[in-house]
T-cell receptor, first 110, second 114 residues
Framework: AQRVTQPEKLLSVFKGAPVELKCNYSYSGSPELFWYVQYSRQRLQLLLRHISRESIKGFTADLNKGETSFHLKKPFAQEEDSAMYYCALRTQGGSEKLVFGKGTKLTVNP | NAGVTQTPKFQVLKTGQSMTLQCAQDMNHNSMYWYRQDPGMGLRLIYYSASEGTTDKGEVPNGYNVSRLNKREFSLRLESAAPSQTSVYFC?????????????FGDGTRLSIL
């Protein structure tokens, strides 16, 4: 069964500190992984997708198939990064569904 | 460019009342989805529609029905609302088939059942 685990419900760091939001997945096929961000009372927005290997707002994420992980990292956190972050796994086949983790709430303190 | 539009934004219902949440997308996407978001539970898929004319159950379909009215619109209906259905509901859409297709979300509907 497909599963996404975000072990930290809450993560608090100080401005300028590095931040890493953990995501582990369980899936027997070839995974497609995404990070979504939700700022306070706003819609979910796509932040990163693993296949693009891009850096958005200073965030990067690398797919590690050996460890089945897709951790989100930023070297220097900013207060505006405070938000809810969701890791999501896209399953293959006709359904095209996303399986979401339960989310990590990141708070960046001044 | 509206993207995914949900109506209403807020609603309060009494137990047993019925209601339909509306969702429309203007991106010519094939697939559409309904999620509910609850504290500590993340997003859970209620129903989805991989293409016009098809609908399938997700993780938590009980108490809900859906209609894919046309390619643009996908509605979610609560026939007899229960307090356990108090939640924030998000509609999303995606192109569907093909690698690396993200989902685009609406602003959400905050629904309270008293």
């Amino acid at each position: 069964a497909q599963r996404v685990t975000q072990p930290e419900k809450l993560l608090s760091v100080f401005k300028g500190a590095p931040v890493e939001l953990k995501c582990n997945y369980s899936y027997s096929g070839s995974p497609e992984l995404f990070w979504y961000v939700q700022y306070s009372r706003q819609r979910l927005q796509l932040l990163l997708r693993h296949i693009s290997r891009e850096s958005i707002k200073g965030f990067t994420a690398d797919l590690n198939k050996g460890e089945t992980s897709f951790h989100l990292k930023k070297p220097f956190a900013q207060e505006e990064d405070s938000a809810m972050y969701y890791c999501a796994l896209r399953t293959q086949g006709g359904s095209e569904k996303l399986v979401f983790g339960k989310g990590t709430k990141l708070t960046v303190n001044p | 460019n509206a993207g995914v539009t949900q109506t209403p934004k807020f609603q309060v219902l009494k137990t047993g009342q019925s209601m339909t949440l509306q969702c429309a997308q203007d991106m010519n996407h094939n697939s559409m989805y309904w999620y509910r978001q609850d504290p500590g539970m993340g997003l859970r898929l209620i129903y989805y529609s991989a293409s016009e004319g098809t609908t399938d159950k997700g993780e938590v379909p009980n108490g809900y029905n859906v209609s894919r009215l046309n390619k643009r619109e996908f509605s979610l209906r609560l026939e007899s609302a229960a307090p356990s259905q108090t939640s924030v509901y998000f509609c999303a859409s995606s192109r569907g088939q093909g690698r690396n297709q993200p989902q685009h979300f609406g602003d959400g509907t905050r629904l309270s059942i008293l």
